[in-house]
């Protein structure tokens, strides 16, 4: 019978032979080598290789991975780069393959499949962005490697900026000869979004232009030709006015209705809320809008981001929940609801708004330029910094210096420059204009006796052209 210490001992010895072979083992050492471990793997020649048994890495069994990734613009309208880097702890080339994704156009498109050249790879795509400022575009990339695993980066987002300058037409001054010394500066401005600030520079000097605005309240979105707190706001609506259903809830859920601004509208029962929709038609010359709810404490006056005011109909909805107490409202923004306020506790709430109604221009009145000519350049920037291209205009000012008897002999002094624009009878008396420069009448000097007029000298003249319909009779 085999002894049972003997088969202990031997396969003691076995297992120490084993431990002592695995823990010597150490990979060859070759001037050169080349061997396939897996299907498109070549190692590398080398002058020597230790390597462990695990060839995950090797065989291209993880994906491709990625960094870097950016683009170069946000300006909406404007062709835009975006990349990104990728890499591979195998090969990427040239089988592998990457795909640019967006919600750029409104929908999620995927283009058309690319294959890396390379291995790391700048991934690199050119898209003209969406125009709507203020909208948040989503995009994503997709690759695989030579082995075809495949990796996906998580929903990138960009949110798209306005690059449009406001539009700036020159009221006044006009490109003419002024003989007063109050000037009116003005320009009328638009904007895709809004415009900011508007100023004049003449002769290096800047001057702000500003616009009168009036504020009209409007309470319903089906009430027309409201009165407003400044008066009567004329305005023509087309947007509709509903309260939706929340949940599980058809029609409209009881115990909810919208009363006016001091009444209350009511949202609450067992077991929801209600949604409150109303669409706003733009007021002519409206620059802007206050969203204004009321609950059983407070007033909340709340800015509307441009994005939503931008859209052609203005569009509301705020919710009441009778279980959470919570007061929510939204804008909409040409893709998704924008939250505006959100107040706890409060069930009860109203709305109305406040649009801002700017028909004036911008306008400086410069009581006091002096004799000259000028060059007035005229600026506007839009609430996104974006600054028109100069506009500008050239004028001259001659203002009436004349110093001139009033009755009797007239001896003019034509250093003066005189620019008389009311008609003269003279009765009779003569008329001497003498020295140089200039003698400007645009009404009728007439009853005349006699003329003279004499410059310094055959080079400083005095000149007495008919302007404007006037002239001596």
């Known amino acids: 019978m085999l002894n049972k210490n003997y088969i202990f001992i031997a396969l003691a010895f076995f297992l120490v032979v084993a431990l002592s072979f695995v823990s010597s083992y150490t990979a060859p050492t070759l001037d050169s080598v080349n061997f396939t471990l897996c299907s498109g793997y070549i190692a590398p020649t080398l002058d020597s290789i230790n390597f462990s048994l695990g060839l995950d890495d090797a065989c291209g069994s993880s994906p491709p991975t990625y960094s870097d990734n950016q683009a170069n613009n946000t300006i909406g309208g404007k062709f835009t780069l975006f990349s990104i880097l990728w890499n591979d702890s195998v090969s990427l080339n040239n089988t592998g393959q990457y795909i640019f994704s967006t919600n750029n156009t409104g929908t999620w498109v995927n283009d058309s499949a690319i294959n890396f050249t390379t291995t790391p790879s700048w991934a690199n795509v050119t898209k003209t962005l ?63 979004v809004a415009v900011d600030s508007c100023w004049a520079n003449i002769g290096g000097d800047n001057f702000t232009l500003e616009r009168d605005e009036t504020f009209c309240y409007q309470e319903s979105a089906t009430v027309s030709n409201q009165t407003g707190i400044d008066g009567d706001c004329n305005l023509v609506y087309t947007g509709a006015y509903d309260v939706g259903d929340f949940d599980s809830w058809t029609g409209h859920p009881p115990n909810t209705y919208d009363g006016d601004f001091d009444t209350y509208a009511k949202a609450y029962f067992f077991g929801g809320g209600a949604n409150f929709y109303i669409n706003y038609t733009k007021p002519l010359n409206s620059v802007g809008v206050n969203f204004i709810q009321k609950n059983g404490i407070s007033t909340f006056n709340n800015n509307i981001p441009s994005i939503c005011f931008s859209q052609e109909i203005l569009q509301f909805y705020w919710y009441a929940d009778a279980v959470e107490d919570v007061g929510r409202s939204y804008c909409w923004n040409s893709s998704a609801w924008l939250i505006i306020d959100e107040t706890a506790n409060h069930r009860v709430y109203e709305e109305a708004v406040n649009w801002t109604i700017s028909p004036a221009p911008y306008i400086y009145i410069n009581s006091s330029v002096p004799d000259g000519e000028y ?49 003269v009878d003279l009765g009779g008396n003569d008329l001497s204009i003498l020295g140089h420069g200039t003698f400007i009448t645009t009404a009728n000097i007439s009853n005349i006796g006699q003329t003279l007029i004499a410059g310094d000298s055959s080079s400083l003249q005095c000149e007495v052209p008919c302007s404007d319909g006037g002239c001596f009779e």
């Open 375 to 423: 060059t007035a350049n005229f600026f506007c920037n839009d609430t996104a910094g974006n600054l028109n291209n100069t506009e500008s205009v050239d004028f001259s000012i001659l203002t009436n210096t004349c110093t001139y008897p009033g009755s009797g002999d007239w001896e003019v002094n034509c250093n003066d420059n005189c620019s008389i624009t009311s008609p």
């Open 130 to 192: 969406n125009s709507t400022t203020g909208l948040v575009i989503g995009y994503r990339w997709y690759a695989t490697n030579n082995e075809q695993n495949a990796k996906s980066t998580e929903i990138f987002t960009l949110t798209i900026t306005d690059g449009n300058p406001p539009s700036v037409l020159i009221n006044s001054p006009i490109n003419q000869e002024y003989d007063v010394s109050e000037i009116l500066f003005s320009v009328n401005a638009t904007d895709d």
